[in-house]
């Protein structure tokens, strides 16, 4: 459905109906539901295969929704949401135990952010109460930047009543960046459009937890294998990758990488895109791995681009992927 005004009417009458909408934001499409909705929460977990104990994101209308949804919140938290809210920071935070139980995955946190897409925006406003969106895709999967993803993917398994907006393509194409807030110190859990450094610049100091098993909370698309094509996903720094090209598995190999790499291995590859810059290589990564399963390509080495800005999230997904292609449960 269009994301005009008829049609973002037309959506929050159907959140409020207990039925399912796909939300176009600024990272990713979402798959939504009413947050407060308990049982139109659940359908979300039913339709992306996704476990019950793996937490969703509530998309909120701003910093004045943290008191609806959080409690004993940290001296910092807010001074993070004025500075980067509306925008792809996720805020995980104490939850009040009366609300978001499902959403939360049973959990006693509860992840926020507020987006910066209007039609997201648009929809959670005339809403009045918070949207509990994960990518719209099946669990484990490639996330969606554009309507037609999800379509091709979810559009057999959503009901009728159900709908999807169509707010064109994701402007950063990478999830939000995560940070469990429920320390005296910020820890950022997940990187993504919102670097640590400008975290620091907010709050001073930033942790990382050493490892995904080291994390303090449970937190969404933190799993070591997540964000997965069916073509088996090879990584190379920009030294190694002939060489990781002339190894890869027998079939068509697809390339994904900035376009200042050329490649001199004797090997017929399928460039994929050919950002200039790492912004470009994070917004095109995921229509990029599901290009590469449209073209039924065996393999896709991944060229990493540097761990600087919104590289470190690209190769952060980049090697979720490769994790998930070497999985048989992932999905």
Known sequence: MEADPAGISHAVAALRDGHLVVLPTETVYGLGADATNDSAVARIFAVKGRPTDHPLIVHVAGV????????????????????????????????????????????????????????????????????????????????????????????????????????GECAIGVESTIVDCTGDIPVVVRPGGVTEAQIAEVVGSVARPINDLDLAVRAPGTLAA???????????????????????????VGLLCLVSFVPTADRLVHRLVAPS??????????????????????????????????????RDRLSRAAVGTASPNVG
């Open 226 to 252: 997540h964000y997965a094509p069916a073509a088996r996903v090879l990584l190379a720094e920009p030294l190694e990758a002939d060489a990781v090209i002339a190894a890869a598995p027998p079939g068509d």
């Open 277 to 314: 810059t790492v912004e470009e290589y994070a917004q095109d990564l995921y229509a990029a791995l599901r290009r590469a399963d449209d073209l039924q390509l065996a393999a896709v080495v991944a060229v990493l681009p540097p761990a600087e800005g919104i590289g470190v999230a690209v």
């Open 64 to 167: 004045h929704d943290l008191d609806t949804w959080a409690v004993n919140v940290q001296s910092y938290v807010e001074k993070l949401a004025h500075r980067f809210w509306p925008g792809p920071l996720t805020l995980v935070v104490q939850r009040r135990t009366a609300i978001g139980s499902v959403a939360a995955g049973g959990a006693p946190t509860i992840a926020l952010r507020c987006p910066e897409h209007p039609v997201a925006r648009a929809v959670i406003d005339a809403l009045g109460c918070g949207v509990a969106a994960p990518s719209a895709n099946l669990f484990g999967r490639v996330s969606p930047t554009s309507a037609e993803h999800v379509l091709s993917e979810l559009g057999d398994a959503l009901s009728e009543g159900d709908l999807i907006l169509d707010g």
